[in-house]
Nanobody, 117 residues
Framework: QVQLVESGGGLVHPGGSLRLSCAAS????????MGWYRQAPGKQRELVAT???????NYEDSVKGRFTISRDSANNTVYLQMNTLKPEDTAIYYC???????????WGQGTQVTVSS
């Protein structure tokens, strides 16, 4: 059974930091690209950052220079370090595992991030 379990969300003041974690089980972690997506109230889910099995990185423009995605293959975990948080970063953050051949994708249950003074 595949599980992606996110943790690390919470309430933080503007300018603060959080680190999200996503522990994966039931998949061959090294063969999956991992990513973080977010969905704010009334908006569509959007990509935040991805990291391929080979370490190729991709970031949404508004988080470049503030967020860092990384993966730990020894622990089957992907991280999202979020610095200089802004109120517009408030959303539910979802972990994603994706493979192209054969195509398949899995989602975590989400973790709430709220940036407010």
């Amino acid at each position: 059974q595949v599980q992606l379990v996110e943790s690390g969300g919470g309430l933080v003041h503007p300018g603060g930091s959080l680190r999200l974690s996503c522990a994966a089980s039931g998949i061959r972690f090294s063969t999956f690209a991992m990513g973080w997506y977010r969905q704010a109230p009334g908006k569509q889910r959007e990509l935040v950052a991805t990291i391929t099995s080979g370490g190729w990185l991709n970031y949404e423009d508004s988080v470049k220079g503030r967020f860092t995605i990384s993966r730990d293959s020894a622990n089957n975990t992907v991280y999202l370090q979020m610095n200089t948080l802004k109120p517009e970063d408030t959303a539910i953050y979802y972990c994603n595992a994706r493979r192209n051949f054969p195509p398949i994708a899995y989602w975590g249950q989400g973790t709430q991030v709220t940036v407010s003074s």
